[in-house]
């Protein structure tokens, strides 16, 4: 198995229990990171090495190593085959990875389609040659790659499972030492390096002046160990120092707990979806990399919950649109909404409980049920 970043960690992590569950003996090794060994993951590598992201110098900088440790990853596994080799997102690494083993007459499956419904289309052909079968994990997923001769099985969300239909805000905040009736914004600005270069500043200055317009605002902050202290540097610049809670990880209490969060666009929106939170979308990132990326957009949203929802159910702030004072004035909306508008806070967790409910399925034992289907076939 490959799993790139903390998010590709947490799925593998939850596909691992069905395959261990199917497999008592199952040896499995790779790419991962710590859910992934909680699990008896053999690590050849750390997950945390495959979290770049975009089209700026970090990638540049990293790729002589990066494309170093695929191939080796690969020579070793065409050495000694597996039975079969399971990609968990990170699609610019595991695709061409996945194509030359499969080559090489190993079984591939890609778990989690790329985006091509949203951007990248022209990655359908690069799917077609590196997996004999994907997991998807959107339920309009499989008849799309179907159109394209590409076997896949929905499999629903990994999160939906974990997550409870019904959080409790309360457990959440007695955890976090938070007082039941504290007004609580979560701000998430993302896992990566170039994330809290980028996201963290505009996050976290939009945060001081929400701590002028609600001074008795609590400010909690869930963030990768390895990144913590990169996002205190940026709170502190922020003049935020003492005046809100890193947390060491804890994404799902901080989103449990709070009344709404700005958060990066990435899986962590659908997470807030699932916790039913009011949220404020942003995303920022080197400019060269948002000129790319924007050319090659083909829905008008970014962010996962108003994609799945078909239309802006939550606002989406983008690259120059995410200002300080846009953030703010869109978060204030969510939180003034509390009390002026109670009703459409109401609507808007209805929304997110009927997608949870699409979404949650038994992905741990359907994800090995399709694997045992491809290790088994001829």
């Not at 003492?242 to 990066?264: N, V």
């Not at 939170?277 to 996962?304: A, E, T």
Request: aromatic share 6%; proline share 6%; net charge positive.
């Amino acid at each position: 198995m490959v799993a790139g970043e903390t998010s590709g960690d947490l799925l593998a992590g939850l596909i691992l229990d069905g395959l261990k569950t199917r497999w008592p003996g199952l040896q499995s090794m790779g790419i991962g990171g710590p859910q992934m060994q909680a699990r008896g993951f053999d690590a050849w590598w750390d997950s945390q090495r495959l979290a770049v992201h975009g089209y700026n110098l970090e990638v540049f900088q990293r790729l002589a190593e990066l494309l170093r440790t695929r191939r080796q990853l690969r020579e070793r596994l065409l050495a000694a085959p597996p039975s079969v080799f399971v990609g968990v997102d990170a699609p610019d690494f595991n695709l061409g990875l996945e194509a030359d083993l499969r080559a090489g007459g190993i079984k591939t499956v890609h778990f989690i389609c790329p985006s091509i419904w949203a951007w990248r289309a022209n990655r359908v052909e690069k799917i077609r040659r590196a997996a004999d079968h994907v997991l998807c994990i959107f339920p309009f997923e499989p008849e799309l790659l179907a159109s394209h001769g590409i076997d896949a099985t929905y499999v629903g969300h990994p999160l939906a499972s974990v997550i409870p239909l019904e959080p409790d805000r309360l457990a959440a905040r007695a955890r976090l030492g938070l007082a039941p009736d504290a007004l609580v914004l979560a701000v998430l600005p993302g896992s990566r390096n170039s994330e809290i270069r980028y996201i963290a500043p505009a996050f976290f200055a939009a945060a001081a002046r929400l701590r002028q317009d609600f001074p008795a605002l609590e400010i909690i902050v869930p963030a990768v160990p390895a990144l913590i202290d990169k996002v205190r540097a940026a709170a502190q610049a922020a003049g935020l120092d003492g005046r809100i809670h890193i947390l060491q990880g804890r994404s799902h209490d901080a989103l449990a707990a709070c009344d709404c969060t700005l958060i990066a666009s990435g899986t962590a929106t659908l997470e807030a979806a699932l916790f039913k939170r009011p949220m404020v979308i942003g995303y920022r990132m080197q400019p060269l990399s948002w000129r790319l990326m924007r050319r090659k957009q083909l829905q008008p949203w970014v962010g996962l919950p108003n994609i799945l929802c078909g239309e802006f159910v939550v606002p989406e702030l983008l690259q120059d649109a995410a200002t300080p004072e846009a953030l703010a004035a869109e978060v204030s909306r969510w939180l003034r909404a509390r009390s002026d508008s109670p009703s459409t806070i109401e609507a808007l967790e209805q929304r997110f409980t009927a997608l949870h409910h699409v979404l949650r399925r038994d992905t741990a034992r359907l994800a090995a049920d399709a694997i045992q289907k491809v290790v088994s076939s001829t």
